[in-house]
């Protein structure tokens, strides 16, 4: 017998909806990998690195498909099964109290979908990306990273959920102060995240390089970006792909370059790619972007104000009554759709913040030719798909194509 309940259908067709979406943007995105390079990239890549490429970016897709396809399937199955009244029952044994036992539903079902994930990152770092000599990660720095990465979550996740939890249970106008809250940790860990986390993850050493160090104060001189000190990040240790560098902010801005880029990219290059960067600064896609996600949390937050106590959302997935870490879960389950969207209209913002920052960096170094030849390497030496599919861009891409880069620069100079 069909299920009346319209939040089963809307689940279903927006779980299996997305993931059918998904495998037709990557096979049409494997399509567009002719047998020969684009006629602007001959110069950078010949016929093995072209071969090469086309390898690994079907590798990529290969592993991509088949991770969702495993999701996919272990969710509805999992669903279906009963899985969710089972954990609900099973947290509500460890503890009396109604938030400590939300937050163990929700600890479980996030434990349970990074343990699925897990084989296939692990296979991505030390299968594709060791394969074709990207990968410097050993065993240990893989697992000591997902350690921390999982105790951080803990740390900052569990009473910012539990508060959250908290204020649906027992305030009223509860989303807007939901809001409230998330914003301004997003706002705080925007502040705290460079220098506090980061140093977690990365080695942070001043640049030893004693001219290059003196043109990167220049340069940051000359275009108004106030600049506290100019450190080298160990990139290297993880992967060789060569990485701009992130600044703090605030008033002790740092620019940190990754190693990676130091040591492959001539002065000029390093230069005009430091440029783009205070670009993104000079133009505030910095402050744009929080106030993007800020508003991205407001939609979130004025949807679930509506279902967070809905007996026939829990009801969809097997459980009654309704309790409000259960529903807060099944929501994130339901908006997919809703957030894929925002994160398209997101990405489309962010790609748009590129090409300013790229002009940014032309007008800033007088002269296109050092950011376009950093582009051209940094493309060669990543293996990014020179020509993806539209759908795919619109998806995926918070960065444009290489060769719509090239053009625009060229373009308007
Ligand atoms: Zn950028």
Not at 135 to 145: A, G, L
Not at 198 to 206: A, N, S, T, Y
Not at 314 to 334: E, H, K, M, Q, R
Not at 381 to 386: A, E, L, R, S, V
Request: proline letters at 6%; charged letters at 15%.
């Amino acid at each position: 017998m069909l299920d009346p309940n319209p939040w089963f259908w809307f689940a279903l067709i927006a779980t299996v909806g997305l993931y059918k979406l998904e495998l037709l943007t990557s096979l049409l995105n494997l399509s567009r990998l002719g047998t020969q390079p684009p006629e602007a990239l001959r110069d950078d890549l010949d016929e093995d690195a072209w071969e090469k490429l086309r390898e690994y970016i079907g590798a990529q897709s290969r592993a991509d498909i088949l991770q969702r396809s495993l999701q996919l399937g272990l969710f509805l199955v999992f669903w279906w099964a009963g899985g969710f009244p089972w954990v609900n029952q099973y947290a509500q044994t460890l503890h009396p109290h109604p938030i400590l036992q939300g937050l163990a539903f929700i600890g479980i079902l996030w434990l349970a979908t990074s343990l699925v994930s897990l084989p296939f990152d692990a296979w991505d770092t030390f299968g594709i990306e060791a394969r074709f000599g990207f990968n410097k990660t050993t065993v240990r720095t893989f697992i000591t990273d997902r350690l921390k990465g999982t105790l951080l979550a803990f740390i900052f996740g569990a009473p910012l959920l539990a508060f959250i939890l908290w204020l649906f249970d027992n305030v009223e106008n509860a989303a807007f102060y939901g809001w409230l809250t998330l914003s301004s940790f997003t706002l705080l860990m925007s502040f705290i995240a460079p220098r506090l986390l980061m140093p977690l993850f990365f080695k942070f050493e001043p640049l030893k390089d004693a001219s290059l160090q003196q043109a990167v104060i220049d340069l940051a001189k000359r275009l108004k970006f106030p600049v506290a000190e100019v450190s080298v990040v160990d990139g290297s240790r993880r992967s060789s792909k060569a990485n701009a560098f992130f600044t703090g902010m605030g008033k002790t801005r740092r620019i940190a370059l990754f190693d990676t880029l130091v040591d492959s990219h001539p002065r000029e290059e390093i230069l005009a790619v430091l440029a783009h960067e205070i670009g993104h600064w000079q133009r505030g896609h910095v402050p744009k972007q929080l106030a993007l996600s800020i508003l991205t949390n407001a939609i979130l937050f004025a949807l679930l104000h509506f279902a967070i106590h809905s007996e026939t959302l829990s009801a969809a997935f097997g459980i009654a009554p309704a309790t409000t870490a259960v529903n807060f879960v099944l929501f994130f389950i339901v908006v997919t759709p809703i957030t894929e969207l925002i994160g398209v209209f997101g990405s489309w913002i962010s790609r748009k913040n590129e090409f300013e920052a790229d002009a940014y960096a032309r007008d800033a170094m007088q002269d296109s030719a050092p950011l376009a030849s950093a582009l051209h390497r940094l493309n060669r030496d990543h293996m990014n798909h020179p020509t993806p599919h539209p759908l795919h861009i619109i998806l995926h891409h918070s960065h444009p194509p290489v060769l719509e880069r090239l053009a625009a620069l060229r373009g308007n100079s």
